[in-house]
């Protein structure tokens, strides 16, 4: 039977892969001897580098220590097709590992059992589902890409207790602590990309990159700016880092401007003349964005919560009273409580003298 330590501690391997891995799945891997001598770990390094399972090989090999008929623990069915690299179901079977315990079968079309096909076809016995929920919990963006064919969305909100995010002369900076914006700065760098609106670029002028806590690197920045308002001094260009700009009314001079800056200009408009909301995370979708993380003001939050595009909600919560002011999201107003958006807590954390409430919209998850 498995070990629920040493999936344990191949789950703690792939959370070390959260800033790393993307657009790959987080992955780690355990190998424990027949003696239950730990041989070697390690975890997804960044994309195009080697995968847990050869990392894990690898440390072992460098110990001096012998796999043959070693278990593999590996949080994410081995892969079994040429991607950015070769097939690790095939370096496991040449390293001559005897048993293979993996928490679930990898989402990906291109992979879907047949790394556990193969590795099986080689002798090898194979056990499936042990940790099954803490892996795909912990790539819930990448099974949302691959099975749902858009990203997890998540949306960040920072507000007084009676849910104001901004004065009504439009002070915002800072309603939280200290310790919740480094927080939220940990929020931003897991994630693929930043969504924002053109109403944020213009009031606050944001870079929206990750500052408080260290990244192998920037998420991207999405900019939702259907007139192409985007200054071309904006902060948001940050060098090295990619920014995609979705907008619904043509104008060539700018949108060509825009692009001398760096940025990639998609032209997505709905029936209103707005940017089709539903239709850009389909295109995030195939731009390998698993996790994106909404840090928006209120209008352009009402219309994705309205789009019923939000899969989960990261809030702030200062313990004070602010007053009338801005608030979180406006969409509605609802006739009904019927009509209400059905969340359930996944988390609630004290973070500095606040309250970070994790809250995910009731059966999103189901995928």
């Not at 069915?77 to 679930?104: F, N, W, Y």
């Not at 929206?208 to 806590?213: G, I, K, Q, W």
Request: charged content about 20%; glycine content about 10%; proline content about 6%.
């Amino acid at each position: 039977m498995h070990h629920e330590r040493d999936l344990a501690d191949a789950l703690a391997q792939a959370t070390l892969a959260i800033p790393l891995s993307k657009p790959n799945p987080r992955v780690g891997c355990i190998l424990r001897g027949p003696d239950d001598a730990l041989l070697g770990q390690g975890h997804t390094q960044r994309t195009g580098g080697p995968h847990a399972e050869i990392i894990a090989l690898r440390d072992a090999a460098s110990r001096g220590h012998s796999v043959k008929g070693a278990t593999a623990y590996v949080t994410l069915e081995p892969c079994s097709h040429h991607g950015r690299t070769p097939p690790c179901c095939d370096a496991l079977i040449a390293a001559g590992i005897g048993k293979v315990v993996v928490s679930i079968q990898d989402p990906n079309p291109l992979v879907a059992g047949q790394g556990i096909a193969r590795l099986r076809a080689a002798g090898i016995e194979v056990e499936v589902g042990p940790g099954a929920a803490e892996s795909r919990e912990l790539n819930i963006g990448f099974f949302s890409r691959m099975i749902r064919k858009t990203p997890w969305v998540r949306m960040k909100m920072a507000s007084s207790l009676d849910g104001t995010t901004a004065l009504a002369n439009g002070q915002s900076q800072w309603i939280t602590s200290p310790e919740a914006r480094a927080d939220g700065h940990a929020w931003r760098a897991r994630a693929c990309a930043v969504l924002t609106g053109i109403g944020t670029v213009l009031q606050d002028n944001p870079r929206l990159d990750v500052r408080e806590v260290k990244t192998p690197r920037q998420p991207h920045i999405v900019v939702v700016d259907s007139r192409l308002q985007t200054p071309l001094d904006a902060h948001l260009f940050i060098p090295g880092r990619a920014c995609i700009i979705y907008a619904a009314v043509q104008n060539d001079a700018k949108k060509a401007a825009l692009e001398a800056r760096g940025a990639t200009v998609v032209m997505l408009p709905d029936a209103h003349g707005k940017v089709d909301l539903a239709a850009m995370m389909k295109d995030l979708g195939t731009r390998e964005i698993n996790e994106l993380h909404v840090e928006a003001g209120s209008k352009l939050n009402g219309s994705l919560i309205r789009a019923g595009l939000i899969d989960e909600f990261l809030i702030y919560l200062a313990p004070k009273l602010l007053g009338p002011g801005q608030g979180m999201a406006s969409f509605g107003p609802l006739q009904s409580l019927s009509e209400a958006i059905e969340l359930q807590f996944k988390s609630t954390d004290r973070v500095g003298v606040d309250l970070r409430v994790v809250a995910r919209a009731a059966g999103r998850d189901q995928f």
